[in-house]
């Protein structure tokens, strides 16, 4: 060890698979996706492992003291990639969007590569930065020649042969020895897939969803001069809704790290005052002419409808019907105390609706037009 360096492991999950994506909106789901992702990481994280940083797909986490044996080393990765993948197959089940990124991402892979070596410390706008030999070949070796895309490679200073495969946990392991060239020096590791895992990640259980519906809904219609595509995507983004619905001061989202992208089972509630419900995502349609999604209110029995129907290349009509499913008498006071000022406000936010989609539409067309100029050279 040099002197002024600390004894470290060094660990780092790290995330591939997406293609690059054209659309604005691809290009955003898929950020957010893999930040959702990265978090099921951290939360996974069994051993102690404080982060360095968070380098776009990959997290690099390191641990000083009391370096974790091979075995738990081993554990560590098993829980992470089952969580990983499991978050994967909420994907699946609970998506509303069927745009490249949302579709694909369960074709994305994780691999871990685990180092022992000698760091220093050093503190910049009070964060903590490693450096050191070691720091840059825990990055070299992120590139190698394993061909599987999903693997736990540790290198030859963690004695992968201490690790006992009668552990129930661990049978999966099965080493191959490799080795890679770099600039600083070749470097001898033991890397293992995780194929005889896949077995074990088990599948998310089905939310309990409620919709309520009535015969006659009360509906509103409007006209867009935005693609049926964009106009869907604006609509489920949860958070643009500040822009466009009168009096709304925040949308908060719960559990937002895990929710970043509205999905099944997604809360959220848009704040005024005076309060309203909050909403959950609870049903969802998603054709090539006509999107549907539904939002039920918490503590009503209440649903709203978001209906997108294709009119033409670059428009689209958005449907909106309440279900309100209430008793006779209930309705009664529903009309003399609460059915005009809903009417006004659904009538208010209508045009505000209009203008922030074609506005977002009209934007995303100039920038696309900049972008294409700007590669042109």
Not at 150 to 164: C, F, N, V
């Amino acid at each position: 060890m040099e002197p002024g360096t600390t004894p470290a492991l060094l660990f780092m999950p790290d995330i591939s698979g997406f293609t690059q994506f054209v659309s604005a909106t691809e290009i955003s789901h898929s950020q957010h996706i893999i930040a959702e992702l990265l978090q099921s990481l951290i939360d996974n994280n069994n051993l102690g492992l404080s982060i360095v940083e968070i380098e776009g797909d990959a997290i690099f986490f390191y641990k000083s003291n009391g370096i974790p044996s091979p075995e738990q080393i081993a554990a560590q990765c098993r829980k992470m990639f089952i969580a990983f993948h499991q978050q994967l197959k909420k994907y699946d089940l609970l998506r509303i969007c069927n745009c490249g990124a949302c579709s694909t991402a369960n074709q994305l892979t994780l691999k871990f590569v685990v180092h022992q070596g000698d760091v220093s410390f050093i503190t910049v706008n009070n964060q903590t930065k490693l450096f050191g030999p070691d720091v840059i070949l825990i990055h070299r070796l992120l590139k190698n020649d394993i061909p599987e895309h999903e693997y736990m490679l540790l290198t030859d200073r963690i004695r992968a042969e201490k690790i006992s495969p009668a552990a129930t946990d661990l049978r999966w392991i099965q080493f191959t020895a490799g080795s890679a060239q770099y600039d600083i020096g070749r470097v001898n590791y033991q890397f293992s897939h995780f194929k005889s895992l896949y077995d074990s990640i088990p599948e998310p259980p089905r939310p309990e969803l409620k919709v309520y519906r009535v015969p006659q809904p009360a509906r509103f219609v409007v006209e867009l001069n935005a693609p049926m595509r964009h106009t869907y995507f604006c609509l489920i983004d949860l958070k643009s809704r500040i822009t466009y619905l009168p009096g709304v001061l925040d949308v908060r989202i719960e559990d937002e790290p895990h929710n970043q992208i509205n999905k099944l089972g997604t809360q959220h509630e848009c704040v005024r005052d005076p309060a309203q419900d909050p909403a959950i995502t609870t049903a969802v349609r998603l054709d090539d002419d006509k999107m549907v999604f539904t939002e039920t209110a918490v503590g009503k029995p209440m649903s709203f409808d978001y209906i997108v129907e294709k009119t033409g290349e670059e428009t689209s009509r958005l449907t909106m019907d309440m279900h309100l499913q209430l008793g006779f008498v209930q309705q009664l006071m529903f009309n003399l105390l609460m059915k005009k000022k809903l009417l006004k406000s659904m009538n208010d936010a209508i045009p505000r609706i209009k203008e922030s989609i074609e506005k977002s539409y009209r934007e995303q067309g100039a920038h696309s037009h900049e972008h294409h100029a700007s590669s042109l050279g």
